[in-house]
């Protein structure tokens, strides 16, 4: 069934589907509507669901820990200030290896004070041990949303799914909504290895000495390695499905492509119909969509990536005294290759700035007229001190 | 593609005006995309949604900034904000006033027609007098004015978007869609691909 529906509820309607059992959450806006649909929902009985409100998000994770523990399938949503806010448990969701899934709906970090898209929040969360992927439109949503609790349940590692604000979470577009007994099928009921139970006790959360913690550490980082393979093949079992194939990283008009824009998220979006333009006038752009963050597809990313000229990577996100964040992973899967692309780094759109085919433009006139970058950082549409806000002069696609 | 503006005041429906549109568009086999504009709604201050409907997937993910068609529900926003800024040549503006569209003239070189929504609102019991709700009337007659999607359509989206109230809500469009005043030199557009 096809639904005209926002991004927001395209998550509620994703872990509708996959039958949660416990979804604790805060508000926060952008996100606000995924757990409004899934209160309501729980509330008229259309999903069993154990909807619990709590004073925070670090009580939300909480919440979701010891939902998991007890080997329910948790869900939470939250965004920048609540997902920075939760960071203590995100490690301890890791670390206890819970297969939760969060949805992040991507806003800047205040102050100043924005409502509005960036990605800083959740790759700020990196080193936690969650997966992160980030989605591209609202039929991505749902269907990761779908696709995130079987690859935690398979890793037994904290997935999140992560979208724009705005750009999707209130962006109402049509949705293909797979239908339930589907789902079903491709996705069973959690079957925890290990769960709090009180007929088998064990102490969990123990302290753990250096004779221990050590390996623990090594076997995350083992189910990260293995997380590219899972996350492959349970987007193409989702294929299989539902007519709908995931993967890594998206190729899109790469064949002969001399210079590649390597983008994430919603920007993939405008920047498809920026190369399909450039295409259609005879230039060879390529564009290559990072879907995934965590683990970081480096193999994936060498291979698509090599024999190009030249690769112009978009951040809408900064890490302070060094780069865009994906920028510098590119680079690091590209040390040492023989063939590896010049790389550019570009950062656009911080606190929801507007990026516009205008901008992508930009980004691709830059990369062809420099033989090599000519800038640590090139920031697109930085305005000069005291210049006013201007609409750009363009944005028309036909 | 077709490009869409709706300016609104917080509370007259103009964000869902948007989304209904998007749901009658995407009934007639139309690609569509609806957002407000990202920000922060206060009633009574304006508002302003936003629509793209296209023969094919629909890629831009940015805001509009050239619409071809403007629909406003309070007149009182041309004289507060900039109504037609980036409004396309020939472009389509639909007025909620009970004035005639000659009285709209000096707006520039674009293709008005007038409706008195809110007079229709509130005599299908939408909103109150000081207050009423539009969106559903404007919608009405923008189906006639635009000739883009039809009556039909629009009142069906209707019947599956408005929890409440639902029947009032169609019959007000049915009356805007029969009482809107046309722009004089021609009727409609329908020509998506341009």
């Known amino acids: 069934m096809k639904k005209v529906m926002m991004g927001n509820h395209a998550v509620s309607y994703g872990a509708r589907l996959s039958r949660v059992q416990v979804i604790s959450a805060y508000p926060i806006t952008p996100q606000t509507q995924i757990v409004e649909e899934l209160s309501e929902l729980c509330a008229r009985g259309e999903l069993e669901a154990k909807f619990i409100k709590v004073e925070s998000e670090h009580s939300a994770m909480a919440a979701c820990i010891g939902a998991s523990a007890g080997g329910a399938r948790a869900f939470t949503a939250t965004s920048s200030q609540g997902l920075a806010l939760m960071h203590e448990l995100l490690h301890w969701a890791a670390g206890a290896r819970l297969p939760i899934v969060l949805a992040n709906v991507n806003r800047a970090m205040g102050p100043g004070w924005s409502i509005w898209s960036e990605q800083t929040d959740s790759l700020a969360q990196r080193d936690t041990g969650w997966l992160q992927i980030y989605c591209e439109s609202n039929q991505e949503v749902l269907d990761t949303t779908i696709q995130a609790f079987k690859i935690a349940e398979t890793l037994s590692l904290p997935v999140m799914v992560i979208l724009d604000a705005f750009f999707l979470s209130h962006t109402y577009e049509p949705v293909d909504i797979p239908d339930q007994r589907g789902i079903d099928r491709f996705l069973p009921p959690f079957q925890p290895k290990v769960k709090m139970d009180i007929r088998d006790p064990h102490a969990f959360g123990a302290l753990v000495t250096p004779e221990h913690y050590y390996e623990f550490r090594y076997n995350i980082q083992k189910a990260f390695e293995r997380a590219t393979g899972v996350i492959e093949e349970v987007g193409r079992e989702f294929g299989e499905h539902f007519g709908r194939y995931y993967g890594l990283l998206e190729e899109y008009e790469m064949d002969d492509a001399e210079i590649v824009l390597v983008t994430s998220s919603t920007i993939t979006s405008t920047a498809r119909a920026v190369v399909r333009e450039r295409r259609a006038r005879g230039e060879k752009i390529g564009l290559l969509k990072v879907r995934v963050f965590r683990p970081f597809p480096f193999a994936a990313i060498r291979q698509a990536l090599s024999g190009v000229r030249k690769a112009a990577v978009i951040d809408r996100n900064i890490s302070f005294g060094h780069h865009g964040i994906f920028f510098s992973e590119i680079k690091s899967a590209l040390y040492g290759q023989p063939d590896a692309p010049r790389l550019f780094g570009f950062i656009a759109g911080l ?45 028309a696609v036909k | 593609m077709l490009e ?18 998007a749901s009658a568009l995407f009934m007639e086999g139309k690609w569509v995309q609806s957002f407000p504009a990202f920000g922060v709604e206060r009633r009574g201050a304006p508002v302003t949604a936003f629509l793209r409907a296209d023969d094919e997937p629909i890629l831009l993910r940015c805001q509009i900034y050239h619409p071809d068609h403007l629909m406003i529900l309070d007149p009182t926003l041309i004289e507060a904000v900039n109504v037609t800024d980036g409004l396309k040549e020939n472009g389509l503006i639909l007025i909620n006033t009970e004035k005639s569209p000659a009285h709209f003239m000096g707006l520039g070189p674009f293709r008005i027609a007038t409706v008195d929504a809110s007079n229709i609102a509130v005599r299908h019991h939408l909103g109150t007098a000081e207050h009423p709700i539009v969106n559903t009337a404007i919608l009405g007659a923008y189906a006639k004015a635009s000739g883009i999607v039809s009556l039909d359509a629009v009142v069906k989206a209707i019947a599956e978007s408005v929890p409440l109230g639902a029947e009032d809500n169609m019959a007000a469009a049915r009356e805007a869609f029969e009482r809107v005043t046309l722009p004089a030199e021609r009727h409609a557009v329908a020509d998506l691909a341009e």
């Open chain 2, 4 to 21: 869409i503006r709706i300016h609104g005041r917080g509370g007259q429906g103009a964000v869902i005006a948007s989304k209904v549109l």
């Open chain 1, 351 to 395: 606190g929801g700035r507007d990026v516009t085919p205008e901008t992508i433009h930009d980004i691709i006139d830059i990369t062809q007229h420099e033989s090599k970058p000519q800038q640590d950082i090139y920031w697109i549409g930085l305005k000069s001190a005291g210049q006013k806000a201007t609409a750009p002069k363009t944005a």
